[in-house]
C-alpha cells in the first residue's frame, strides 16, 4: 500500500496552494523583527527613510498572538517598512516616555526631518529631530497594516 488515497492527496495539494487560509503554518523565513536595544539604534534606523513600525509589549499571551502578527506583516513589507518590537520591561525609560498605561500599543514613526532652533540655546553638537508619529489602533494583522498604511499615504512598495 505504498500509493497514497485520493482523500491524502487532496489535503497536500490544499495546503500546498491555501496555506493562508486553510490555518496552515507560513513559512516566513528568517525574522525580519528588529528587537530593541537602544535608542541610538532606533534613531540610526529612522535615518534610514523606512517607516518604522514599533510594538511597546511586555510578556503576556495576547503578546504571543501579536508577535506572530509582526512577523507575518514584516515579512510581507520588508524591506520598505521595518518592524520593531521592544520589551519595555527591559527598556523601561523608552517605553515611559510614550505615556501610555495599556501594553501592548503599536506606534508609527516616519518622516524625520531636522528641528528647528526653538526657545533656549542649545549645545551646538546636539541635532535635534523632529520625526510624526502615528498611533495604531487598527486590526492587528498584515491587512489591518495594509489598510492603514493606504489611508494614511505610507508608501509599501517601491515605485516602479
Excluded: W
Excluded at 505615556?99 to 526657545?119: L, M
Excluded at 520625526?131 to 491587512?143: L, Q
Aim: charged share 25%.
Amino acid at each position: 500500500m505504498g500509493d497514497t488515497s485520493f482523500l491524502d492527496r487532496m489535503l497536500l495539494q490544499l495546503r500546498s496552494t491555501c496555506k493562508y487560509y486553510s490555518g496552515y503554518p507560513k513559512d516566513l523565513g528568517p525574522s525580519r523583527v528588529i528587537h530593541f536595544t537602544s535608542e541610538r539604534e532606533f534613531v540610526q534606523l529612522l535615518h534610514q527613510g523606512y517607516p518604522v513600525v514599533v510594538a511597546f509589549t511586555i510578556r503576556s499571551n495576547y503578546t504571543q498572538h501579536l508577535d506572530r502578527m509582526l512577523e507575518e506583516a514584516a515579512a510581507e513589507f520588508y524591506p520598505n517598512i521595518k518592524f520593531m518590537r521592544v520589551e519595555c520591561p527591559k527598556y523601561p525609560g523608552f517605553c515611559i516616555t510614550r505615556q501610555k498605561s495599556e501594553y501592548p500599543f503599536i506606534e508609527i514613526f516616519h518622516s524625520p526631518q531636522q528641528a528647528g532652533n526653538e526657545g533656549k540655546v542649545q549645545d551646538p553638537n546636539v541635532t535635534r529631530y523632529s520625526v510624526k508619529v502615528v498611533p495604531y489602533n487598527y486590526d492587528m494583522s498584515p491587512y489591518g497594516f495594509r489598510e492603514f498604511f493606504k489611508r494614511q499615504g505610507v508608501r509599501t512598495s517601491d515605485p516602479k
